[in-house]
């Protein structure tokens, strides 16, 4: 495994742990070279669909494409690593459980909004600003009313 900090390819395992989940191997490594510290996860490679995007291209599913955008939507927010790496999880076991070759990736963006929208309100207009390419500030605001009016109707 390379080293993120000064890029050493031998390094020894100092722990090895099973996610909660049991679908991860988290492993902290410490560099042979600089001795600095580091954590990798080992997964089991499913077979996942291709994504088919808005202008049809095709592309493999990333997780880390998926991840990416979650964390530019909860930016600065008091939104824990795990809570942001369950989310991703949640999606990519739902589309294993599909059984797809192919998936539009809407169905990603919209999972990803709805586990948003539990997660955090803020994160989720600032995703979905993005992801629904909001025309002006009268959609925008259309959005906010809407997360309003769920947010009292679920209020008992």
């Known amino acids: 495994m390379k080293c993120p900090f000064c890029s050493h ?30 954590t990798s996860y080992e997964r089991v490679e499913g077979v996942m669909p291709m994504v088919i995007k808005k202008d049809s291209r095709r592309e493999p599913f990333d997780r880390q494409k998926i991840l990416h955008g979650l964390e530019k939507a909860c930016e600065k927010r008091p939104i824990p690593v795990e809570a942001r790496e369950t989310v991703v999880d949640g999606i990519e076991k739902k589309l294993i459980s599909l059984g797809v070759r ?52 679920v209020r008992p």
């Open 9 to 38: 390819l031998e390094d020894r395992v100092i722990d090895s742990r099973m996610s909660k989940e049991g679908d991860a191997i988290r492993r902290r490594r410490e560099c042979l070279r600089c001795e600095k510290r580091f």
């Open 102 to 153: 192919e998936i539009p990736s809407s169905w990603v963006g919209e999972e990803l909004m709805s586990s948003l929208k539990d997660l955090d309100k803020v994160a989720y207009v600032r995703f979905a600003s993005v992801y629904r390419q909001f025309k002006d500030i009268n959609e925008f605001m259309d959005e906010v009313k809407t997360l309003f009016e769920h947010k009292k109707s």
